[in-house]
Nanobody, 122 residues
Framework: QVQLVESGGGLVQAGGSLRLSCAYS????????MGWFRQAPGKERDFVARVSGSGTSTSYADSVKGRFTIFRDKAKNTVDLQMNSLKPEDTAVYYCAASRTYSVRPASYESWGQGIQVTVSS
């Protein structure tokens, strides 16, 4: 059983920064690849970023590339998402998820956090 808890969301002005953190508990952390997804009202849940179980591979959605960075801390069992140069279109509920498949598809992820709101004002 894997539990994921997100923290760090909130309200920020356009151009600002936020750092989301996902605390992992359960089975061996390195077993799972970790991803961040987001869902805006009335839209599907979209891939944002992922990091491999070893922490050596990462990838990002084109919309956030160069602005967001995903970090995996094996000592703390956390996965953080540093978000810089935020835009109003980044407003969404952000979810942390765990998968045994290194995938960008939400359906591949087995465990999900409860989600956390990020709002970027213009």
């Amino acid at each position: 059983q894997v539990q994921l808890v997100e923290s760090g969301g909130g309200l920020v002005q356009a151009g600002g920064s936020l750092r989301l953190s996902c605390a992992y508990s359960g089975r061996t952390f390195s077993t799972y690849h970790m991803g961040w997804f987001r869902q805006a009202p009335g839209k599907e849940r979209d891939f944002v970023a992922r990091v491999s179980g070893s922490g050596t591979s990462t990838s990002y959605a084109d919309s956030v590339k160069g602005r967001f960075t995903i970090f995996r801390d094996k000592a703390k069992n956390t996965v953080d998402l540093q978000m810089n140069s935020l835009k109003p279109e980044d407003t969404a509920v952000y979810y942390c998820a765990a998968s045994r498949t290194y995938s960008v598809r939400p359906a591949s992820y087995e465990s999900w956090g409860q989600g956390i709101q990020v709002t970027v004002s213009s």
